[in-house]
């Protein structure tokens, strides 16, 4: 290979593993191409070569098996330029588009892209946490931040530049491509090799942002859910469980490896997060009387999350920042690996699918503590998005069936990877909670970068009639770039997605 490419780009063969640990591969060829003309010359050897090619963000953060087979090639497009050398560029109001957009090279992270927008006076509206997340990766997956009007990263979506199968260089716009946008809202790294994203973008904002404590039994009044979600900018959930578990009841689990009834999962306090543009927070009483002891014994990691929650992740006191600093100042590199699932549901208007969905999770902690003891999770985390006009993304718009204007609720469960018990104690444990979501008519599609592998009937799911028709729209479009999926996809999406040569014959 390196000597169809010549003397650059590179060709390194390094096994692979992406953030969580749980993707691995022996060996996989990575090449970290500069200008459009090395993914190019990439392209036409991997053809000769007859190698597959799927791409990676710096970080690799995604839990799901979306990366390369074994003895392909891993794409990482940390090092890649515009055209002209630049990183991104920021593109004032014209007549035509009377917003701002800014075009940035693939594989900048969103520190990056944060950092030059602040120094034109511009943000993204919303986003996913992590700093590390780039920006095609982050599209890939339809990764999303935490406020109930704003969608998942692709909903910024302007125009992208990709090369195909072939290795063309092809440019798709909102505009005059809208089923193409549509599939790139939620790419799964299927619809070739994303080099340039246009995106939308706003005047940068000061926002607050403070943290409080509710009892879990908040969470489980639709009116509540309803008046924090709707009147912040940006609201977040975290129940790290079993944090009001008291000394007695941790010494009774002790001896027995059984939670003892007397813990209820009401009495767990829940962690909320808010951001609101600075000066325009509503009016709400969240002033609520509650009482924790971090000196009980740790024997979960949920009460571990709870005492950083409790701790270094409380802000009592607003404090006022530039908004990117507020919506994805995570460092992935700093925090421990955890697993996690994520469930998109559907929210109506008197918020009830959220307090149903607590509901069944609740249950199904307590039942499962009171049996069989501890469980290896760490914290259920909730935001509310609004949809996108998008075919894949677990939050859609106003296609295959749901009217426009939809809000959703995701939903995440987080738990151990380390030891291996653990993590398959939390793998059963998900799925079993899934199923019975889906059992209640609470079902949606998964967040893609999440584990997919514990998301009970995923090819069933996209299958069903509210599902179906989007499914076969996005592989009409992945024919367009990449026929039959032959050069972009791998072993898992293959097994996720129909061959769509049938579904032409049948719809
Ligand atoms: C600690 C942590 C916190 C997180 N928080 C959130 C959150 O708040 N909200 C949320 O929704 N998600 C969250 N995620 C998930 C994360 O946003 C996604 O995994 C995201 O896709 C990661 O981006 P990446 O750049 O690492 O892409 P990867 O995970 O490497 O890739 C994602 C997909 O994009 C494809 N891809 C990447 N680059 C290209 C390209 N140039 N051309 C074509 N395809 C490409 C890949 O093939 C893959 O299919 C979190 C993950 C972690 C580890």
């Known amino acids: 290979m ?38 190019q010359k990439v392209m036409h050897v991997a053809i000769s070569l007859n190698r597959k090619i799927r791409e990676a963000g710096e970080s690799a953060l995604s839990w799901s098996p979306l990366f390369p087979d074994e003895g392909q090639i891993l794409l990482n497009l940390t090092l890649l330029t515009l055209e002209g050398g630049q990183r991104a ?12 957009t800014v075009t940035v090279a693939a594989g900048v992270r969103q520190d990056e892209l944060d950092s030059f927008l ?4 511009h943000a993204i509206a919303s986003g996913p946490q992590p700093i590390q997340v780039t920006i095609a990766g982050g599209i890939g997956t339809a990764s999303h931040g935490g406020s109930y009007d704003e969608p998942s990263l692709g909903g910024y979506l302007e125009s992208v530049q990709v090369f195909d199968s072939y ?5 798709f716009t909102a505009s005059e491509n809208r089923n193409v946008l ?30 409080v404590f509710v009892p879990l039994s908040l969470m489980l009044n639709a009116t509540f859910v309803k008046e924090i979600v709707t009147r912040n900018f940006y609201v977040e959930a975290r129940w790290a469980t079993y944090n009001s578990l008291t000394e007695e009841e941790v010494q009774e689990t002790m001896a027995t490896g059984r939670v003892p009834t007397t813990w209820n999962s009401k009495r767990d306090l829940v962690w909320l997060s808010f951001i609101n543009p600075n000066g325009t927070e509503p009016d709400l009483d969240l002033d609520f009387d509650v009482n924790f002891d971090l000196n009980v014994t740790p024997i979960s990691f949920g009460q571990r999350i709870f005492a950083a929650l409790a701790t270094r992740r409380f802000i009592a006191n607003p404090v006022v920042v530039p908004k990117p600093f507020a919506i994805h100042g995570l460092n992935a590199s700093a ?3 955890v697993t996690a699932t994520e469930t998109t549901i559907r929210e109506n208007p008197s918020f009830t699918s959220t307090v149903s969905a607590f509901q069944v999770v609740a249950a199904s902690i307590e039942g499962a503590s009171y049996a069989n003891g501890i469980l ?19 939050g859609k718009e106003d296609v295959c069936g749901f009217p426009s204007d939809s809000h959703y609720l995701t939903m995440e469960i987080q738990g151990l990877v380390q030891p291996t018990e653990a993590f398959e104690g939390y793998k059963q444990f998900t799925t079993a909670v899934l199923s019975q979501l889906n059992q209640v008519g609470l079902s949606g599609l998964p967040n893609w970068a999440k584990m997919l592998t ?20 996005f592989l009409k479009v992945r024919d367009q770039i990449d026929p039959q999926g032959y050069m972009f996809s791998n072993n898992f999406l293959r097994t996720i997605f129909i061959d769509s040569s049938y579904m032409y014959i049948y719809n």
């Open 89 to 100: 560029i920021f593109n004032p109001p014209t007549v035509q588009r009377p917003y701002p």
């Open 182 to 211: 549509r599939a790139m809202r939620c790419h799964l790294g299927l619809l070739g090799v994303i080099v340039e994203v246009e995106m939308m973008v706003e005047p940068v904002q000061m926002v607050s942002l403070f943290t």
């Open 335 to 337: 925090i421990p690996t």
């Open 376 to 394: 290896p999770l760490g914290i259920v985390e909730m935001r509310w998005i609004k949809g996108t006009d998008c075919f894949l993304c677990p």
């Open 118 to 121: 602040l120094s034109v006076g």
């Open 454 to 473: 514990t998301f009970p009937g995923l090819r069933q799911r996209l299958h069903d009639p509210e599902n179906r028709q989007c499914q076969l729209e």
């Open 2 to 39: 390196q000597d169809a490419l010549g003397s650059s780009p590179q060709v390194q063969l390094e096994p692979f593993v992406n953030w969580a640990t749980i993707v691995r591969r022996d060996h996989v060829f990575v090449i970290k191409p500069t200008s459009n003309a090395e993914v």
């Open 167 to 171: 290795g063309r260089l092809r440019q």
